[in-house]
């Protein structure tokens, strides 16, 4: 699976962006996928992940209520759709893909294909 992402740029703080990622490769649908993003000096964390199926999500404390991560698997995409942006949000952010996902798994570790990752800045 090889993954593309897109849809950073710069934004102000309380503003939206959408961030896309385009998958090539016919088992995309078998996996599950997570949004995780990197800060300057800090550690790579996940932002939210999503089932195989689409039906499961989970976030990470600081997005909650304010991200919603979706998937289409006849699109081979997942979403990141970002809402009330802050300042802390500012990182690259890199989609990812887990095989060997059951239908209803949503899971912070494990995945193996990932993106090249796009910047995310917002200013405040």
């Known amino acids: 699976v090889q993954l593309q992402a897109s849809g950073g740029g710069l934004v102000q703080a309380g503003g939206s962006l959408r961030l896309s990622c385009a998958a090539s490769?016919?088992?995309?649908?078998?996996?599950?996928s997570a949004w995780f993003r990197q800060a300057p000096g800090k550690e790579r964390e996940l932002v939210a992940a999503?089932?195989?199926?689409?039906?499961?999500?989970d976030y990470a404390d600081s997005v909650q209520g304010r991200f919603i991560i979706s998937r289409d698997n006849a699109k081979s995409s997942v979403y990141l759709q970002m809402n009330n942006l802050k300042p802390e949000d500012t990182a690259v952010y890199y989609c990812?893909?887990?095989?060997?996902?059951?239908?209803?798994?949503?899971?912070?570790?494990?995945?193996?294909?990932w993106g090249q990752g796009t910047q995310v800045t917002v200013s405040s």
């Open positions: 999503i089932s195989r199926s689409g039906g499961f999500m």
């Open positions: 490769g016919r088992t995309f649908s078998r996996c599950a």
């Open positions: 990812s893909a887990r095989p060997n996902a059951i239908s209803s798994g949503v899971y912070s570790d494990g995945y193996t294909y």
